[in-house]
């Protein structure tokens, strides 16, 4: 996208990314005189390819809603009734049951979910896994830009 645009429009995006103690000595009315100030500068176009996903991560974050941790299975049970479908043959077994596992305070707990709440539960679980992932891609986002900040001047 970027690589399209005229260089006067590319220069004016790279400046808008840029962090703030960049842009002051850099001058915004004239961006011609993007200059290095400090040790980090020496990489100043990796900025825009660095905060645009971390812009659209928080943006996405925002928008994800309710949250659940743990896991959903499915099970079937077995009574103890000895002339029930469940000990035929074939034997049909009683349910499904849903069973939402999950770790809160170190401690495991396991709870059964209604049908009427599999749905709403099922996308809070999705919800929550998707707030891992960004959280995991936010974070190495951040790491490499810490490595750009911490890379010495080349003078």
């Known amino acids: 996208m970027v690589r399209n645009l005229s260089s ?6 790279l400046e808008k ?15 011609a005189s993007l200059r290095p100030v400090t040790r ?3 990489t100043w176009k990796e900025w825009p390819m660095m ?4 812009g659209k991560i928080k943006e996405e974050l925002v928008s994800l809603g309710r949250l659940r941790p743990g896991s959903l299975a499915k099970q079937y049970n ?3 009734k000895a002339q029930c479908r469940c000990k035929g043959t074939p034997p049909k077994r009683h349910g499904p049951y849903y069973q ?10 396991t709870r059964f979910v209604r049908r009427e709440h599999l749905t ?19 974070i190495g986002l951040e ?6 900040r911490m890379a010495p001047t080349a003078r």
């Open 51 to 54: 905060y645009s996903p971390i």
């Open 8 to 13: 006067r429009v590319r220069l004016s995006l």
């Open 40 to 42: 980090i500068e020496t």
């Open 78 to 80: 077995v009574c103890t």
């Open 100 to 109: 939402l596992s999950f770790t809160q305070g170190g401690k495991s707990t």
């Open 143 to 148: 790491m490499q830009l810490s490595e750009i």
């Open 120 to 138: 709403r539960i099922k996308e809070e679980l999705r919800n929550y896994k998707r707030l891992q992932k960004l959280l995991d891609k936010w």
């Open 17 to 31: 990314s840029m962090p703030s103690q960049m842009r002051e000595r850099s001058g915004t009315a004239n961006t």
